[in-house]
């Protein structure tokens, strides 16, 4: 059921920048636990950061800490955006966002707990 809207992939060198968006003219995003998973061909949907609801928590798996930073928008309240800074290689990937009312913030929360999704932006960090 994909009610997120991602945008903001692209091509980028290593050690470049991306900010990535997370949107739904559908739900109120600050209702939600917002997370983004990443995925390459071949291997499982992982988990990479989060902001609960209220964002009280954030998260980011180790692979992504000290790079990447998530944050929302409070004007609008139905902004999530992923800031992709010192980007590698090996960071390339479709980007998902995910939301669900209940899950808790955790990078290691699998992706079959959330709700609602969207179809993903192609990351891809080359020289």
């Known amino acids: 059921q994909l009610q997120l809207v991602e945008s903001g992939g692209g091509l980028v060198q290593p050690g470049g920048s991306l900010r990535l968006s997370c949107t739904s003219t559908?739900?109120?995003?600050?209702?939600?636990?917002v997370a983004w998973f990443r995925q390459v061909p071949g291997k499982e949907r992982e988990g990479i950061s989060c902001s609960s609801r209220g964002d009280t928590s954030i998260n980011y798996s180790d692979s992504v800490k000290g790079r990447f930073t998530i944050s929302r928008d409070n004007a609008t309240k139905n902004t999530v955006t992923l800031q992709l800074n010192s980007l590698k290689p090996e960071d390339t990937a479709v980007y998902y966002c995910?939301?669900?009312?209940?899950?808790?913030?955790?990078?290691?929360?699998?992706?079959?707990?959330?709700?609602?999704w969207g179809q993903g932006t192609q990351v891809t960090v080359s020289s």
């Open positions: 995910a939301a669900d009312l209940g899950a808790p913030c955790s990078w290691l929360i699998p992706p079959s707990l959330y709700d609602y």
């Open positions: 559908e739900l109120r995003l600050d209702y939600y636990t």
